[in-house]
Each structure stands twice: as structure tokens, then as C-alpha cells.
């Protein structure tokens, strides 16, 4: 009689076998689910997600965070040098382009996003084609919805997870957009107090 395979020793076959191909690793922890069919409450947890889905969904969403919490300091360190630069005198439309820059740098960084969920469903063998992949996606990542297209069997949890990594970059991003867009307005009040007060100065006595 074949001797049990211990919990831990089957929850690391399984993340290993997830690690080397997520298309892969369903027998592998299809053993790990089965560790909790003797308790009710797990047996419907799992059935409502997954393990494959919540190990490389979870994985993927922890890696999309950390990338998008990289970019926007760097965005916001560079924000902030473009902002002591300006001065107490500066010009009103410097922060209309600075504003600009940002938004741009914004967006690009969400495109690296979806590039990255679009590489790993490729790189895993869910999606096989890289235009479907990016299509799915960005789709699925901006909660649009456009598509028919749906995962192989098994994995269709991974779709809410990929629009749970938007939600939390898009959320991310439009707080730090607005703390941007009220500091430009202040420079831009800023410069125009000042340039009313240089006319004044400059005016000759009545």
C-alpha cells in the first residue's frame, strides 16, 4: 500500500512544479486540494479558489504591486526634483508640461504592468499566442471586459486576480495623480502671485 505523501511535502511539489510551468502543475496541487476534502469549510474554499490560481495568481499580483510601487517612486522622486527647480518665481506653464510628463510616465508604467501578466500567461502556457495574451490582459487588468476569450479549464479564478492587480495600481495611481495635479496648481498660483507682485514693484510711483 502506497504510503501517504505528508501535507508539506505535497505543498512543495506542488510550488515547485507551479515555479518550473503554472500549465503544468495542476496534478501536483490537485494533492494539495485534496488535503482538505475531509474539512467542509476548506473543500468549499478551494472550490471557490483554487490552489493553482491562488499560488501563481497571488504571486504574479504580490510582483505587479512591487513593480508598480518601484515606478511610482521613481516617478515621484523625479517629481519632486522637477519641483524645487521651479522656484518661487517660476513659470505658469512649466508644471502644466510637468503635469503632462507624469500622466505620460503614468501610463507607461501601466503598460509594463499588462506586459508583464501578458508574458506570464504566455511563459506558463495558459495563452499560447502573445496578442491573445495581451489582449486578455489588458482587458481583464483594466476591468474593461471586452473579448470572449477565457482560460483553460481550471484556471478561470486567475481572471478576477489580474483585475484585482489593476484595481489596486489604478486606485495607487489616481491618489498619487491628485496630490500631483493640486501641487502644480499651487506652483501655478505661486508664480502668478509673484508676477503680479514684480508689475507692482515695477510700477513707478503715481
Known amino acids: 500500500m502506497a504510503k501517504a505523501q505528508p501535507p508539506a511535502d505535497a505543498a512543495s ?31 468549499h474554499m478551494i472550490q471557490v479558489m483554487p490552489v493553482p490560481d491562488f499560488f501563481f495568481g497571488g504571486g504574479m499580483l504580490l510582483l505587479i504591486v512591487l513593480i508598480h510601487a518601484a515606478g511610482m517612486r521613481m516617478l515621484t522622486d523625479r517629481f519632486e526634483m522637477s519641483m524645487q527647480s521651479l522656484g518661487p518665481r517660476g513659470s505658469t506653464w512649466r508644471p502644466d508640461l510637468l503635469l503632462g510628463v507624469v500622466v505620460l510616465l503614468m501610463l507607461l508604467l501601466h503598460l509594463i504592468e499588462i506586459w508583464v501578466w501578458s508574458a506570464a500567461l504566455v511563459y506558463s502556457g495558459l495563452v499560447a499566442d502573445w496578442r491573445a495574451a495581451g489582449f486578455f490582459a489588458a482587458n481583464t487588468y483594466t476591468t474593461v471586459g471586452y473579448g470572449t476569450f477565457l482560460l483553460p479549464d481550471g484556471w478561470h479564478m486567475l481572471a478576477p486576480i489580474i483585475a484585482m492587480s ?36 515695477a510700477a513707478p510711483p503715481a
Request: charged share 20%; net charge positive; hydrophobic share 45%.
Open 13 to 43: 511539489a506542488g510550488l515547485s512544479a507551479l515555479a518550473r510551468s503554472p500549465a503544468d502543475a495542476q496534478s501536483e496541487l490537485a494533492k494539495v486540494e485534496s488535503l482538505g476534502n475531509e474539512v467542509p469549510l476548506i473543500q
Open 166 to 201: 489593476g484595481l489596486f495600481t489604478f486606485g495607487w495611481t489616481g491618489s498619487v495623480l491628485v496630490e500631483i495635479v493640486r501641487r502644480c496648481q499651487a506652483a501655478k498660483a505661486l508664480a502668478l502671485r509673484s508676477r503680479q507682485h514684480g508689475k507692482k514693484d
